[in-house]
């Protein structure tokens, strides 16, 4: 494994022995470098390895839906690690009180763990890695570049990073080592993770949109490769057409490598411009936002916007605004505008919602509340809580982007949104039949497809 995924937590370098990967972002058993160097390193002293992964009640806006989601991947990420000899621990509470006191009772000589640039995971690493005498390295399994490698600051739009990440793709672009099977034995009382009680602490009884686990995520990803990817880059703007890959709920919650989906897009056949733009979103513009939650503490609220961005809500902060609703009118989705209901509705029913509608809600919203300030925790809000693939840097972003112009430049001036890029129905209308949009979310809601 390339040592410019790693970066020591508490200073100290990585020392080969029995080790230990607390596996929390990239919860999968394939294509997975923090696991791969968790057994580098073990083999390395003829020593062995384990997985550990730590159900903490902290996440921000998880509720049982990502939760069960979660577990249910989970179970298949377990079975596929005991089918190589590594065992699986499963704990249950806050990471800093539960993991350190699992590592020195196992003894362990280095503690491993992934990469996750929002504020409450990093600083769940930060407290396991003080409270620990042994090195805390945190592997970079998600981004195809290393996110702390590829910038040291924060970047100011995709055309910034995009250089940066084409100058060393080849050298991480690469296949994946296969896992080989342990053959040395971690501990001779391994505990059986205990599903009942982590199901128990997050009941939901609901469907759910697509199926959980590596499986249905590189299924997914093959019928996009062989079906879709050719029409991608004339369809996925249009919310009428599946153009779209739908991996990001299987990318949040890290059951398939964004990497793989890279090199497996790339090896598929199909036209160079499809391809292209999809490793444009995949690499691009997803490590971007990895980019900027890392490197900008504000990354949850309108204050971690440019300079200009603030400038100009700021001029139009009182302008009249023709509708202000309040947060539960949009989660209910009862706004005047059948286009934006439907897209709230398709999100609530279905958990996801269109990439291009994405944009259209998040800005709208900004239209019809009384401050940005109120328009960016209602998007955040309701993307985290009712998205499966929300409370993620791409969420960050996205909401940053559409009522805080992160990553976009300034555009003509116009009430309420000064200079921030506006979008509008007519606008929907010439890309695409917002009829036939708000005819499929109805069809839905009366339990069609
Ligand atoms: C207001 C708003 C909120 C958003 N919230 C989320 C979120 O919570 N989680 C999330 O993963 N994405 C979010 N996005 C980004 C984007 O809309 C989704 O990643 C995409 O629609 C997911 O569908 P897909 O996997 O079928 O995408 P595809 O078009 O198939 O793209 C493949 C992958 O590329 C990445 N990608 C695509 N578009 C973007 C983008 N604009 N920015 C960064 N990465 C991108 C994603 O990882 C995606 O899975 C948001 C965008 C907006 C405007």
Not at 339 to 350: D, I
Not at 390 to 395: A, I, K, S, Y
Not at 404 to 426: L, S
Request: overall charge neutral; aromatic content about 12%; hydrophobic content about 40%.
């Amino acid at each position: 494994m390339d040592i410019r995924r790693t970066f020591s937590l508490n200073g100290r370098p990585a020392k080969a022995g029995k080790t230990i990967y607390w596996m929390s972002r990239d919860q999968r058993a394939k294509d997975n470098w923090a696991l791969i160097y968790a057994a580098e390193l073990a083999m390395a002293a003829d020593s062995a390895f384990a997985v550990l992964f730590c159900l903490s009640p902290d996440f921000p806006n998880g509720n049982s839906f990502h939760y069960r989601f979660m577990i249910n991947g989970l179970k298949e990420t377990a079975q596929e690690l005991e089918a190589l000899n590594i065992p699986f621990y499963l704990l249950i509470g806050r990471p800093h009180e539960k993991i350190p006191e699992f590592v020195r009772q196992h003894k362990a000589d280095t503690l491993i763990c992934d990469f996750m640039p929002l504020k409450v995971p990093m600083a769940w690493r930060a407290d396991v890695a003080a409270a620990l005498d042994i090195p805390v390295i945190e592997v970079d399994a998600h981004n195809v570049v290393p996110c702390r490698f590829v910038s040291q600051k924060q970047e100011y739009a995709a055309r910034t990073i995009r250089p940066k990440i084409h100058r060393v793709l080849g050298d991480f672009l690469t296949e994946f080592p296969k896992m080989q099977k342990q053959t040395t034995v971690f501990s001779e009382n391994i505990q059986k993770p205990d599903w009942a009680r982590a199901e128990a602490l997050y009941s939901y009884s609901g469907a759910f949109p697509i199926v959980s686990g590596a499986k249905a995520a590189m299924e997914t990803l093959r019928e996009f490769a062989d079906e879709k990817l050719s029409c991608y880059d004339e369809k996925r703007n249009n919310p009428n057409f599946d153009a779209q890959s739908m991996m990001s709920p299987y990318f949040h919650f890290g059951q398939v490598a964004p990497q793989r989906a890279a090199l497996d897009v790339m090896k598929a056949d199909a036209p160079d411009e499809d391809k292209d733009a999809y490793i444009e979103e995949l690499i691009i513009r997803r490590e971007l936002s990895d980019n900027y939650c890392l490197y900008n503490p504000e990354y949850d609220s309108i204050d971690g916007a440019d300079k200009w961005a603030l400038k100009t809500l700021d001029e139009h902060r009182n302008d009249r605004r023709e509708y202000i609703y309040p947060y539960e009118a949009f989660e209910t989705a009862q706004t005047h505008d059948t286009l934006w209901n439907a897209a709230q509705m398709q999100m609530r029913l279905t958990g996801r919602m269109h990439g291009y509608m994405r944009m259209y809600w998040a800005k709208k919203i900004l239209e019809w509340t009384e401050s940005p300030e109120d328009a960016f925790r209602y998007a955040l809000l309701l993307n985290d809580t009712y998205a499966l693939d929300g409370r993620d840097p791409n969420g960050y972003v996205g909401v940053a982007w559409s009522v805080a112009g992160v990553h976009d430049r300034a555009w003509t001036e116009r009430p309420v949104y000064g200079k921030i890029r506006y979008m509008n129905r007519n606008g929907c209308r010439s890309k695409f039949d917002v009829d036939g949009y708000i005819r499929k979310i109805e069809n839905i809601k009366k339990g069609g497809v």
